[in-house]
């Protein structure tokens, strides 16, 4: 089920960075908008889970101002908003919160307990039918000799009827063994919410921040972006941004894209070793930039983008 998050999305600006805590607005952004971000949350204790990341989303400063400049989303000063939120929190509020956190810790546990104690049935039931079945084997067996035969097999099947008996018998007097005992249902587990939203107001108007500085790559990135590319860092391929056609969940990465100044030199090994990068990787090498007309002011900023896809021949 699809949900639609109330607009503008908070952007949740913290230490220099933007996140987006809320699984809906992710969700929204990224089916809606092409918005991607990458998700850095992870366990303490497995720090190094790698593609298996959760909430919360970090943004690119292009992706947070370009969200800004379509209305989607705004800047939050989210030091300031938790702050003030939990100053101004009432004591009655703060109960109730508390309470539905213990109610969700508590179904969990109850879910938790229950796929145990099936597990534990389904675990008993398979040795039960192992062991009929090797007595069933022994009993054939031991038909060769008629006489012990009958015995043997006569007291296997009184064995194995009696352990049946003290079983059923043990489950029907609800003894501790076969359910889980109240005391450990009614401890819940810790609930850690996603977001602060609610207890706290989400009103923002007197924290909201301007839109985010960005380098002088971002009308190459609004450029794409707007001819329906995914975009999403580049590091790990020694470039700005990742180009792909679709979601990153169901294509591979078109371009390698690498932003340049108008009247910028570029090395021509710098051109030769994006060019072979890329096509060794099965995708293009992109340069671009912004154009700026002559005959126009620089406060009007009319740019247009020139963009060009090197491929290394023969490879």
């Known amino acids: 089920m699809n949900t639609t998050p109330t607009l503008p999305i908070p952007i949740s600006y913290i230490s220099g960075n933007y996140y987006i805590f809320s699984v809906d607005a992710a969700t929204y952004l990224r089916r809606e908008h092409h918005i991607c971000g990458v998700l850095i949350g992870t366990l303490p204790l497995i720090p190094q889970q790698n593609v298996f990341l959760g909430m919360p989303l970090e ?11 379509k209305g989607v989303a705004c800047i939050v000063d989210e030091k300031k908003a ?28 109850r879910l938790q307990l229950q796929r145990q104690e099936q597990s534990r049935e389904e675990a008993l039931r398979k040795k039960e039918e192992k062991k009929a079945a090797k007595m069933k084997k022994s009993a054939e067996k031991q038909q060769q000799s008629p006489a012990a035969g009958d015995v043997a097999e006569e007291n296997s099947i009184v064995d194995f009827f009696a352990h049946n008996q003290q079983k059923e018998q043990g489950s029907g007097s609800g003894s501790s063994s076969s359910r889980p005992s109240s005391i450990m249902v009614d401890e819940p587990y ?8 609610p207890p706290l107001s989400e009103a923002f108007s007197d924290k909201l921040l301007p839109a985010p500085d960005v380098r002088s790559s971002y009308p190459l990135f609004a450029h794409l972006h707007s001819k329906g590319y995914f975009m999403s860092p580049g590091l790990r391929f020694g470039c700005q941004y990742m180009a792909y056609p679709g979601d990153p969940l169901r294509f591979h990465s078109h371009f390698l894209v690498s932003s340049v100044e108008w009247d910028e030199e570029i090395d021509l090994m710098d ?45």
Do not use: C
């Open 59 to 69: 943004l690119m400063p292009e992706e947070a101002r370009l969200l800004v400049e």
């Open 190 to 197: 810790g609930i850690t919410p996603t977001t602060s939203y």
């Open 271 to 315: 051109i030769v070793a994006g060019g072979r990068l890329g096509t060794g990787v099965k995708k293009g090498f992109l340069l671009g930039g912004a154009e700026r007309k002559a005959e126009v002011s620089e406060a009007e900023g009319n740019e247009s983008i020139r963009m060009f896809s090197i491929e290394w021949a023969g490879m």
């Open 82 to 109: 938790h702050n003030d939120g939990i100053k101004s929190l009432l004591e009655e509020d703060r109960k109730r919160y508390i309470q539905d956190l213990e109610s969700q810790g508590l179904h969990a546990r």
